[in-house]
């Protein structure tokens, strides 16, 4: 049982191109190129969007803790296969396991080079209300901590004689259980701790709030955000005007 996909999550300060940026080019980053890959079933447009991703990634220094986080998924992408390739076909399967990396991997930029703070403060420049951008800046940042408490909890009951490697679908359903429980109640008085730390601060107490620092755009945002949108609309072109692409575009495995 393997909690690498959260890594997918987990926030590292470098000192790159892409950490620059500001938090809402990012974010659009990772809208931009999901809607993109839900334009297209075929392998060869999702795979050549999911390739444009690569340089980003190399940009930012990330590669590793992409890898970790794609790796992690393996058993999905195997589920998918089977069950794909059972009721409608290879390519099809192949088609959607592609998409599913190429939309973790534009989240996993914006949440591996975005730090809590920032993505707070971008998400009030957006006009978010400040208590709903301060939870989803929380979560977003407790998401490491779980998979970290996830594994100690795999550790700690297997020290006591509990198998939690076994394998077999079936096995893994069961391995759940003793898993989540202790899980969701750590999660559940971590809850109630964050709470009542918030209010002996007096949180929400004052409707103005001022902040240490802003975010602004720059122009390698704005350009960035440029290529974002012509990308988008690109993908769009080849979508409608298909039938006059060459024949490798809708090419796929043979049934």
């Known amino acids: 049982m393997s909690f690498e996909f959260l890594d997918s999550f987990k926030f590292l300060q470098k000192d790159t191109f892409l950490h620059s940026l500001d938090p809402r080019s990012k974010l659009f980053l990772a809208f931009i190129y999901t809607i993109s890959s839900l334009v297209f079933t075929e392998i060869v447009p999702l795979f050549l969007l999911l390739l444009s991703l690569i340089p980003i990634i190399i940009s930012g220094k ?3 803790q992409w890898m970790k986080s794609i790796r992690g998924l393996s058993f999905l992408f195997i589920l998918i296969i089977i069950l794909n390739t059972l009721f409608i076909t290879l390519s ?3 088609s959607m396991i592609i998409r599913i990396i190429t939309m973790i991997t534009a989240f996993s930029i914006f ?3 975005v730090d809590p703070n920032e993505l707070s403060l971008s998400l009030i420049a ?3 209300p400040y208590e709903f951008a301060f939870s989803f800046s929380l979560a977003f940042r407790f998401v490491p901590t779980i998979s970290i408490e996830a594994q100690n909890i795999i550790d700690a009951q297997q020290s006591r004689g509990y ?4 394998k077999g679908l079936i096995n893994q359903v069961k391995n759940l259980f003793p898993l989540l429980v202790p899980l969701i109640i750590c999660s559940i008085r971590r809850a109630f701790n964050v709470a009542e730390a918030l209010e002996s601060r007096g949180f929400g107490s004052k409707k103005e709030r001022t902040y240490y620092y802003t975010i602004k755009f720059s122009n390698k945002d704005w350009i960035f955000t440029i290529y974002l949108i012509g ?4 993908c769009i072109i ?3 005007y298909v039938n006059i692409l060459p024949s490798w575009i809708s090419w796929s495995l043979p049934v």
């Open 92 to 94: 099809y399967a192949i």
């Open 163 to 166: 198998e939690m490697q076994k």
């Open 231 to 234: 990308l988008l609309l690109f």
């Open 126 to 128: 957006m006009k978010v």
């Open 111 to 113: 949440f591996l080079t």
């Open 238 to 240: 080849i979508r409608v």
């Open 62 to 64: 990330i590669l590793g």
